[in-house]
């Protein structure tokens, strides 16, 4: 039997089993065998290279930040892209209009971000139907995700689509699990929580660990998180993404319709034909991104409003360190301290060190250690 068939099999075996207390650990041991089918057939591909150029389009990653815009077909991406962007994408009311991924420009506030437009996907596309896979392949890559979708058809699209990126390994609006395994010699598993749990147990825990055949290792939780996000963390490959859901052509839907789209934190209502609701997509890109500008001065001149430090979020947030970085990483050895006048301050300007956690739109000026001559 192949891999497919044998993830045929198990979804299948999983759609018949009752979810109660009897069948918890069963169905937990489907899941778990269930991601391990679906990594090897990924793992397989890449060393068959059949994801090897495949992979992507082959669009070289540009700007402040990428955005990839994956929905079926018609729901409006070129429209949106040529709408927002100064690049045309040619819109037409047949399906695969796109057949490869066109980038454009967006530009919010100072920041340059890449939009991309891409061919439509459909049922089936992680596992090889159309371009579906080289579409994902750039949603994997991007740093937020655009889901359009049809307004009338939102939320049939929403579910398919979301189930093919997450058969793929990719976690929408999603944190990583605070899960942390270490892998032992000897001693089994241990086991600790320092929260209640209220979705796994002990029990539960070393049952999936035994299916991977980890049979040695500290396993500790620090979030109330269940068995999906266990394999998560097991697995180690997936990708945290974020994502705006946003339904097009509301124009064609009732207002009660709209608002109720417009609750959601994640989601965006516009309609590309009759310009609305467009504004308060890039507001929501801006906000979802969480990009920092910030604006340096040299000594006794005033800030460069017109052309900002435009920072991402690393891993260690956003700082006074990831700032110069950006400039120069030679600086660092030269800096004395930072002067900051903004948000991120109570008094301004205010003598910060590496460390300082900067805000959006702060101003900043570096003091060297030893003074300029010039
Ligand atoms: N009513 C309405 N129609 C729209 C809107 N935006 C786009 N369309 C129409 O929807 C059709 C499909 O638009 P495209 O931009 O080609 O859609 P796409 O998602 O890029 O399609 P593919 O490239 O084929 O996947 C075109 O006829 C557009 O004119 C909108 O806001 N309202
Ligand atoms: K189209
Ligand atoms: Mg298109």
């Not at 891993?315 to 400039?327: E, L």
Request: hydrophobic fraction near 35%.
């Amino acid at each position: 039997m192949g891999l497919s068939e044998k993830i045929k099999e198990i979804e299948e075996e999983m759609a018949r089993t009752q979810k109660n207390k009897a069948t918890e650990y069963h169905l937990g041991l489907l899941k778990a065998k269930l991601a391990k089918y679906r990594s090897m057939i990924i793992e397989g591909e890449k060393k068959a290279g059949a994801g090897g150029k495949g992979e992507g389009f082959d669009v070289e990653k540009h700007g402040d930040a990428r955005i990839a815009m994956i929905g079926f077909p018609s729901v409006g991406k070129s429209s949106i892209l040529s709408h927002l962007t100064e690049t045309e994408s040619l819109a037409a009311n047949y399906e695969f209009t796109t057949l490869t991924c066109i980038p454009g420009v967006l530009r919010i506030n100072e920041a340059k971000m890449q939009l991309l437009d891409l061919p439509g996907i459909i049922e089936g596309a992680a596992s090889g139907k159309g371009r579906g896979r080289q579409v994902i392949a750039v949603g994997k890559s991007s740093d937020l995700i655009l889901m359009v979708l049809d307004a009338q058809k939102g939320e049939e699209q929403k579910e398919k689509i979301t189930r093919e990126l997450e058969s793929v390994g990719i976690r929408l609006n999603q944190e990583k699990p605070q899960i942390h395994i270490k892998v032992m010699k000897t001693g089994g598993i241990i086991f600790n929580a320092s929260v209640k749990l209220t979705k796994i147990d002990e029990k539960m825990v070393k049952s999936i660990m035994a299916e991977y055949k980890m049979h040695n290792a500290h396993v500790s939780f620090r979030g109330d998180h269940d068995v999906d996000e266990l394999i998560d963390v097991i697995e180690a490959n997936r990708k945290y993404v974020k994502c705006i859901y946003v339904y097009n052509k509301i124009d064609q839907v009732s207002i009660e319709d709209v608002d109720y789209l417009m609750k959601e934190k994640y989601n965006a209502a516009i309609s590309v034909h009759m310009n609305l609701g467009c504004d308060i997509l890039l507001e929501k890109i801006w906000d979802t991104l969480g990009l920092v500008r910030v604006y340096t001065r040299k000594k006794g001149q005033a800030p460069d409003f017109g052309d900002p430090l435009i920072l991402t979020q690393g891993r260690d947030g956003i700082t006074v360190k990831s700032a110069i970085m950006q400039i120069h990483k030679g600086l660092l050895k030269d800096l004395n301290y930072a002067y900051i006048w903004g948000k991120s301050v109570k008094h301004s300007p205010q003598k910060c060190g590496l460390k300082h956690e900067l805000c959006d739109e702060d101003v900043l000026q570096i003091i060297k250690k030893t003074k300029d001559a010039k």
